[in-house]
C-alpha cells in the first residue's frame, strides 16, 4: 500500500476508534466506516486528507449470503487531486433499518449519488435535501436493485411451446460467500 | 415554487399573463425539446427571460441495463454497457472488459491493448465531432450540424469495417478484441487523419472568431475549479476551469503511458472555454492514434487461454458477421471436444474470482468508472456505472440560475450530456 494512504488510513484510525484497519484487494484499498460516524469521516478525509472528490457512490446487496452480517454495503470511492490517490470507504446499512447518514454537505455531488441508490436500494439518506426516486417514476413501488426484487415478464407461448418469464428463466446466481466483509 | 397552472389555449400572450397574478412562469423545457440531446426535462421558473431556477428531471432513458447485467454471463454484460452512454460505445466497453480483466488478474495482449487505445480515440473525435454538430446547429450555426455528421460518419464507417457495426460494438472483450482489424483498416484511418486536420482547421475558422458564437459562448454556464470539485465535475468541463485532470494521464490504462499527447486546459470555465478545450483534445486524439497506428505490431488480440477467449472465430460474410466456415467444420464435424468447449463457454460463460473493484477511463465527457462485484460466478453480482454525463448534469443549475433562458440552451450544449448514459 501506498504510504500517504498507509498515513491517512492511519490518522483516521486514530481519530475515530470505529474505522477499520484498510484493507488492499486488487490493488485498491478500502475501509470500513460505522454508519454513526461516516458523516465525520468523510469531512476529515475530505479537508485533512486531502479527498477532495466524491468520485461515485455505489451500493451493493448482499442477499442470501451468510458470510454477510448486514445485508446493504454502501460505497463511496473517494479521489484525491493532491496526491493521485483512490479510497473506498464502505458502510454497511442493516436489512430492516435501511438508513444511512448523507454526506451531501461534505460532497455535493452524492446528491443525485444518493438518489440513484434510495430509488434502487431503498436506502435513506438522512439529511439529504431532497431526497426523491431519481430515474424511475415517482410513483414506482419497490427498488429494483435489490436482489429479492422479481424480474418480470410474461410466460411466451407459441405453437404449443412455452417459454418461462424472464424471473424463472434468469434466477440470478445465489451467493455463497460475497467477498466484500471486513469485519 | 408556488406554482399555478396555466393552459395558453390559443390566446394571447397579453391575456394569458394578464389573466395571472404571479411574476414568475414555470416552463418545461423537454423531455420533448431538440437542444436537449433526447429526453432531458429541465423544469425552469423564469421571471422575464431571467432563469429563476433550473431542475433536470432525468430517467425517460432508463433502460435497467444494471440490473440486466446481473442475470447474464460477463461477456454479455459487454453488449448491454456499450448501448448506455451510446456517442462513446468503446469506452463503456474498455470501462467494463478493464475491470472484469482486473478481477480475472489478466491483461490483454499487446497489440489489443493498441488496437484499444486506438479505437477509444477515435471514439473521442467522433463523440466530440456530435457535440460540435449539435452544440453548433443549437446556437445557430448551422453549417456545423452538416460539417460535424460529415465527419463523424467517416468515422463510422472505419468502425463498420472494423467492428461490423456503426455503434454498439461489443468489440472489446474481457481479455481482449473480439477479432482482429481487418487489413485495410491502417490505410483507411491514415487517409481519414490526413483529411481530418485540415476539416478542424476549417471549423476553427468558422466558429472561433464568428461574434455570433463568441457572444453566445463567452462568459455563459461559467463552472469554477472549486464548484466543478465538490459537484464531481470531470473531463472537458473540468479541464476548462483550470485543472489539468485526465485519467489517460494521472492513472494510466492500456500503455497511456507511452504516448505524447497534451492534457488542453482553459481557466475561463464558460461554455467558449469548454469548446477550445474539446477542439484541442480533438487534435491531440488524432495525434495519439497516429502513434497507435505506428505501435501496431503483429500478435495475438486475444490472450491465450481458452477458459476465458471466446472460442468462435468470426468472419465478414456476405449475409454479415457471423462464426466463420472453418470454424463452424471443426466444431460440429471434426472435434467433439471443441463443440462440447464452445457450448460451455458460450452459453454459461466462465467464472470471475470474487472480489470488487472500481475502474475508471477518461471517456470524452469525464471519469467514467465501474463498480464491479463478483461472488465467484459466471455473473455478476453487481455492476454500477458511474457515469460522467449523470454527475456533470448535476452541475447544470449551478451553471445556468440568474442567467437567461437562451444561454441555458449554450450551457447545456457544452456540458455534452447523453442521456443514455445519464439515465442507463
Known sequence: ?183 | MNAQEIFVGGRDWDQVVGGSRQDTIVVNMGPQHPSTHGVLRLVLELDGETVLSCRPVIGYLHTGIEKNIEVRNWTQGVTFVTRMDYLSPFFNELGYCLAVEKLLGIEAPPRAQTVRVLLCELNRISSHLVWLATGGMELGALSMMLYGFRERESILDLFELITGQRMNHAYIRPGGLIQDLPAEAPERIKAFLDDFGGKLDEYEALLSENPIWLQRNKGIGVLRARDAVALGVTGPLLRAAGIAHDLRKRQPYCGYEAYDFEVPTMTTGDSFGRYVVRLREMRESAKIVRQALDRLSPGPVMIDDPKIAWPAQLKLGPDGMGNAPEYVRKIMGESMEALIHHFKLVTDGFKVPAGEVYVPVESPRGELGYHVVSAGHTKPWRVHVRDPSFVNLQALPHMVEGGLVADVISALASLDPVLGGVDR
Open chain 1, 1 to 183: 500500500m501506498n504510504d500517504v494512504l498507509a498515513n491517512i488510513c492511519a490518522a483516521a484510525r486514530e481519530r475515530f476508534h470505529d474505522v477499520s484497519e484498510p484493507v488492499e484487494l486488487f490493488g485498491e484499498v478500502s475501509i470500513d466506516v460505522p454508519r454513526r460516524v461516516l458523516p465525520l469521516v468523510a469531512k476529515f478525509l475530505r479537508d485533512e486528507a486531502p479527498f477532495e472528490l466524491l468520485a461515485d457512490l455505489s451500493c451493493v446487496d448482499g442477499l442470501g449470503d451468510p458470510a454477510v452480517r448486514d445485508r446493504f454495503l454502501v460505497a463511496l470511492h473517494l479521489y484525491s487531486f493532491t496526491h493521485n490517490l483512490r479510497l473506498r470507504l464502505r458502510v454497511a446499512v442493516p436489512e430492516g433499518d435501511e438508513t444511512c447518514p448523507s454526506v451531501t454537505s461534505v460532497w455535493p455531488t452524492a446528491n443525485w449519488h444518493e438518489r440513484e441508490i434510495f430509488d434502487f436500494f431503498g436506502i435513506v439518506f438522512e439529511g439529504h435535501p431532497d431526497l426523491r426516486r431519481i430515474l424511475m417514476p415517482d410513483e414506482w413501488v419497490g427498488h429494483p436493485q435489490r436482489k429479492d426484487y422479481p424480474l418480470g415478464g410474461t410466460n411466451v407461448e407459441y405453437k404449443g411451446a412455452h417459454i418461462p418469464p424472464p424471473d424463472i428463466r434468469r434466477q440470478p446466481t445465489t451467493t455463497t460467500g460475497y467477498p466484500g466483509r471486513i469485519s
